[in-house]
């Protein structure tokens, strides 16, 4: 039963990356909304599994892996296909047959393929750093895919528009004028019919995500100010952004102005570039207290006398179950540093120069914030 609870939070994960192949199957099927909503569920599993792991004390490397997975597929791969797709279908070829489209026509498509290139990137360096807390190095994977999945939500749901029948500048113009739509309507709507947006849009989230620019995390450290006041200016940009762009629409046309989807995600890009540049500053001022929990282990094919001695003795204890034991030894150490990436240096250098007969042994170590 016990190990049946440990594996909720893998169950969740599970369903995170079942609700990304669903999306996949819906994009292809000409259904942008059902995909997001697909998407929208599946970032509500993302933030259950994180917190049912640490609830349950079943965090583990496992869980860890998976989650990078599940993540890839469907706030990777889901975007980058849906990105593929605008691309095509904005240079007029998506009913047309595939052997049929010209070469051109596939490069400036392929260009989404950045997307999923650097959230694998993204997430692979995100699983080597564990040092920090209240904010990631890039931009996260998932903040990332809101802000492409809020394209269709906003053309289909706020302008009426088939995504996948393209509109001509001269149409949308003489639309927006019989819809008494703003120019700034008109604007918008053209550019999501425009390849060139796109293809600057993929190259601009894939640069954010590899890039080294602290983005803020909601991981907060007990419910206080003062550790948690960048995770609460989030929550407190999504209360004004709801009081904008909500709140006046409950009593006219519409429920909702979906414009809200990416002016919250810019808003969450100008709230991290203000902490990189003021509250990280300061906080680099400061040294951090880091521990690092190493563990050192001799190598494979070299013989190991301790655990040779030890596997006999567990014969001899009739413990005959327990076979080839390998002795190593477990360091601790206190690091101070500015941030997580110096400590890790450090750490690797202490391993490299001193504790770790690099001939004979390896090493691996986990970096946490003390």
């Known amino acids: 039963m016990k190990q049946i609870v440990k594996f909720i939070p893998n169950l969740?994960?599970?369903?995170?990356?079942?609700?990304?192949l669903?999306?996949?199957?819906?994009i292809a099927r000409e259904q942008m909304v059902s995909a997001v909503l697909c998407v929208a569920v599946a970032l509500i599993l993302d933030f259950l599994d994180g917190f049912a792991a640490r609830l349950l004390h079943a965090e583990g490397e496992m869980g860890k892996q998976l989650d990078s997975?599940?993540?890839?597929?469907?706030?990777g791969v889901v975007p980058g296909f849906m990105l593929f797709q605008m691309i095509i279908i904005t240079q007029g070829y998506y009913f047309v047959d595939v052997a049929s489209w010209p070469i051109?026509?596939?490069l400036n498509a392929a260009i989404a393929g950045l997307v999923p290139l650097a959230g694998a990137l993204r997430l692979a360096r995100y699983n080597l750093d564990s040092g920090h807390?209240?904010?990631?190095l890039g931009m996260p994977i998932p903040a990332m895919s809101m802000f492409v999945f809020g394209i269709p939500i906003i053309l289909e749901m706020q302008y009426h528009l088939n995504f996948y029948h393209p509109l001509s500048n001269q149409f949308i113009a003489i639309l927006g004028e019989a819809r008494r739509w703003d120019p700034s309507d008109i604007l918008i709507v053209k550019m999501m019919f425009n390849t060139l947006f796109y293809q600057v849009l993929s190259v601009i989230l894939a640069a954010l995500m590899v890039s080294r620019i602290p983005m803020l995390s909601l991981k907060f450290k007990r419910l206080s100010w003062g550790k948690?006041?960048?995770?609460?200016g989030i929550i407190i940009w999504l209360a004004i952004a709801y009081l904008i762009f909500v709140i006046p629409y409950l009593g006219g046309y519409g429920l909702i102005d979906y414009l809200i989807i990416p002016i919250i995600m810019?808003?969450?890009?100008?709230?991290?570039?203000i902490y990189a540049t003021f509250g990280n500053q300061k906080k680099e001022h400061n040294q951090m207290k880091f521990k690092a929990e190493i563990d050192v282990m001799p190598h494979d094919n070299l013989l190991d006398p301790q655990g040779k001695a030890v596997s006999a003795t567990m014969v001899n204890l009739g413990l005959n179950e327990i076979q080839n034991a390998r002795i190593g030894k477990h360091i601790q150490l206190h690091v101070e540093a500015p941030n997580a990436e110096v400590a890790k240096e450090k750490v690797d250098q202490a391993c490299r120069k001193l504790l770790c007969n690099m001939i004979m042994e390896s090493y691996s170590f986990e970096l946490v914030e003390a």
């Open 12 to 20: 969740l994960t599970l369903g995170n990356l079942f609700m990304g």
């Open 22 to 26: 669903l999306a996949l199957v819906f």
């Open 69 to 75: 997975l599940a993540d890839l597929v469907t706030f």
């Open 104 to 106: 051109p026509v596939f």
């Open 133 to 136: 807390t209240d904010h990631f």
């Open 228 to 232: 948690n006041k960048w995770s609460y």
């Open 266 to 273: 810019i808003g969450y890009f100008i709230l991290s570039l």
